[in-house]
């Protein structure tokens, strides 16, 4: 547990992260038209806030100004603060909450780290257990689910069935009990089990070494697919943006895998 939470993480990996991370904040978080939800219509001052700044070109052009700071790393910390004031209010936009959701989970546990350029190069960026909280984020939403789906109802295809005729955001139709996709017929149940088994190994897959390559490839495969069922807007790219989280070389392969053959430790 030790080494799990407080092994020190790699500059490189943080600095490639936090650069990823603007980027993908300025990608998720960019308002595409869309207004304020109705849960903030409903109060007349949020209502008026919204319109008056949130929604407003300069709001945006604040948040890139700070973007491309952190994205530097000068203050990294203090940035990665004011991004999550400042993209909370976009938050509860008609689209994109829970992939926003997961956008402002993971900047808040890794504003945690050191990542500014100076620390980089002098303190180091710290340990490693704000990463682990991201990576144990992107377990908990694929076990979420997996977790959610492992009923009798869903299994059987009957709540896919009953989504696609009632939900306006699935594209597929499934009414007669089959995914049609282009001459192959695939019966519903078929697609259910495969879809809560893939998740299910998706939770856990990319903990360990030799089976995160495989993990990353069926959770690509697994999002393109999903694009031609339903569309969920961006979570699916928030979700695949965490597997960084589990790529990048945060902890020195050294330190990940010791060596049996090191004479450290071993008495003559």
């Known amino acids: ?8 993480a790699e500059a490189p990996a943080v600095r490639m992260f936090r650069i990823a991370l603007a980027g993908m904040l300025a990608f998720v978080f960019w308002p595409r038209g869309s207004g304020p939800a ?13 319109e008056s700044i949130v929604m407003t070109p300069t709001y945006w052009g604040v ?15 203090l940035g990665a603060v004011l991004l999550f004031l400042l ?7 008609e689209r994109g909450i829970q992939s926003g959701h997961v956008m402002l989970v993971a900047l808040g546990c890794f504003a945690w780290l050191r990542s500014g350029e ?4 002098t303190t180091g960026p710290g340990p490693i257990w704000p990463i682990q909280l991201i990576r144990l984020q992107l377990t908990f939403v694929y076990a979420l689910n997996a977790l959610w789906k ?3 109802h869903y299994l059987s295809g009957d709540a896919l069935v009953g ?26 149940a078929v697609a259910a089990v495969a879809s809560t088994l893939t998740e299910a190994f998706l939770a856990v897959g990319f903990w360990f070494p030799r089976t995160r390559r495989y993990a990353v490839v069926a959770g690509v495969a697994f999002h393109l697919v999903l694009q031609q069922i339903v569309r969920i807007f961006m979570l699916d790219l928030a979700t695949m943006f965490l597997y960084l989280a589990f790529l990048l070389p945060f902890t020195p392969r050294a ?11 071993i008495e003559p």
């Open 163 to 188: 989504m696609s005729e009632r939900l306006p955001n699935f594209i597929a139709s499934f009414s007669d009990g089959y995914w049609h996709v282009g001459p192959l017929a695939i019966p519903v």
């Open 63 to 77: 948040i890139l100004v700070v973007l491309a700071l952190f994205a530097i790393g000068w203050h990294s910390r």
């Open 150 to 152: 492992s009923t009798p």
């Open 87 to 93: 993209l909370f209010p976009l938050n509860h936009l």
């Open 1 to 8: 547990m030790d080494a799990f939470f407080f092994a020190p």
């Open 255 to 265: 330190a990940a895998m010791p060596n049996p053959r090191s004479d450290r430790g």
């Open 118 to 121: 100076r620390a980089l190069r």
């Open 38 to 50: 109705a849960k903030v219509l409903r109060h007349p001052v949020l209502a008026e806030l919204y």
